[in-house]
């Protein structure tokens, strides 16, 4: 299964300013997913994200807040943009799987905004 | 997405077999069950997923029933290492529906030393 490489994996930041959290894979991926996990919360996809398209937002996500990347098969970042308390939560991507496997899962960003 | 519906919370002694159960009455039939395991401080990860036959890894073993209406999740000999949240989720391998995984709250299981 792919092996994925996500950074920061925390970060404490000031209201109002923007971070970007990177994806790396290890091997080419066709869909890469960015999920929100609230404090004792389950996780909410935010979007998903295919090379060479614009990415598709869900319900109550919209991109000037969340701006997604993906310049290749193997790499995106998801900016939190113009952050408030509320953004605070553990962010994170996921792949989709070859034929027969299970989807992977980054170990998170865990961001804190004050 | 067809919906799943698990106990919150269930509670083994170590070293002896776990049984999580999933309801999912309206499952489809290009559904597959799939289960994923978030320990504390990590990403979910991966456990295993079937159609209508019971599936054995190394992991564990998901019994489907012969309706699909429910299935269950088998930790043989549950260890400390296997207390985390169990999500039961169902995904559409037709190719027509979305490709993402759609969480529920799952299962929390604590192992009792």
């Known amino acids: 299964s792919a092996v994925i490489s996500q950074k920061p994996s925390r970060d404490i930041c000031q209201r109002g300013t923007s971070l970007t959290i990177q994806c790396q894979v290890d091997s080419q991926v066709t869909m890469m997913f960015w999920y929100r996990q609230q404090p004792g919360q389950s996780l909410t996809l935010i979007a998903t994200?295919?090379?060479?398209?614009?990415?598709?937002?869900e319900s109550g996500f919209v991109i000037d807040k969340f701006p997604i990347s993906r310049p290749n098969l193997t790499f995106s970042t998801l900016t939190v943009s113009n952050m408030s308390p509320e953004d605070s939560s553990i962010y994170l991507c996921s792949v989709l799987p070859g034929p027969g496997g299970g989807y992977t899962f980054g170990s998170g960003t865990r961001l804190t905004v004050v | 997405d067809a919906k799943t519906t698990q106990p919150n919370s269930m509670e083994s002694n170590e070293e002896e077999p776990v049984h999580l159960p999933c309801n999912h009455s309206t499952i489809s039939g290009t559904d597959y069950i799939h289960w994923y395991r978030q320990l504390p401080s990590q990403g979910p990860e991966y456990v295993i997923h079937g159609l209508t036959s019971n599936v054995n890894n190394r992991m564990a073993s998901l019994a489907i029933a012969e309706d699909r209406k429910s299935s269950t999740l088998i930790l043989h000999r549950a260890t400390l290492r296997d207390a985390a949240v169990y999500y039961c989720i169902l995904r559409d391998h037709s190719g027509a529906g979305s490709y993402q995984l759609t969480f529920g709250k799952g299962t929390k299981l604590s192992v009792i030393p």
């Open positions: 994200a295919n090379q060479g398209s614009e990415a598709t937002y």
